[in-house]
């Protein structure tokens, strides 16, 4: 099983930047497919973006052109930079390895207008 654990998280205005790490344990973590959602209050949680091993990404749209997420596999970590941040970008951010059910524990970003 791979451990995740979540980093970079906070309070930012609208219009600026975060970047949020996921570092991962286990020296498997380069075969997997990685991704980012977020679940803000009263909401579903929600796919935010993706990552295969080879480095093929994918969001959704509301955060295209606007996040982007890499992965550095020497590292075991992956990143979602986010610039542009609007409120309703607000909400816990997970870092998960879907394919094995392998969540962390969140970290918060909150967006202020």
């Known amino acids: 099983q791979v451990q995740l654990v979540e980093s970079g998280g906070g309070l930012v205005q609208a219009g600026g930047s975060l970047r949020l790490s996921c570092a991962a344990s286990?020296?498997?973590?380069?075969?997997?497919?990685m991704a980012w959602y977020r679940q803000a209050p009263g909401k579903q949680r929600e796919l935010v973006a993706s990552i295969t091993p080879g480095g093929s990404t994918n969001y959704v749209d509301s955060v295209k052109g606007r996040f982007t997420i890499s992965r550095d596999n020497a590292k075991n970590t992956v990143y979602l930079q986010m610039n542009s941040l609007k409120p309703e970008d607000t909400a816990v951010y997970y870092c998960?390895?879907?394919?094995?059910?392998?969540w962390g524990q969140g970290t918060q970003v909150i967006v202020s207008s």
């Open positions: 286990g020296s498997i973590f380069s075969i997997y497919s």
């Open positions: 998960s390895a879907p394919v094995i059910n392998s």
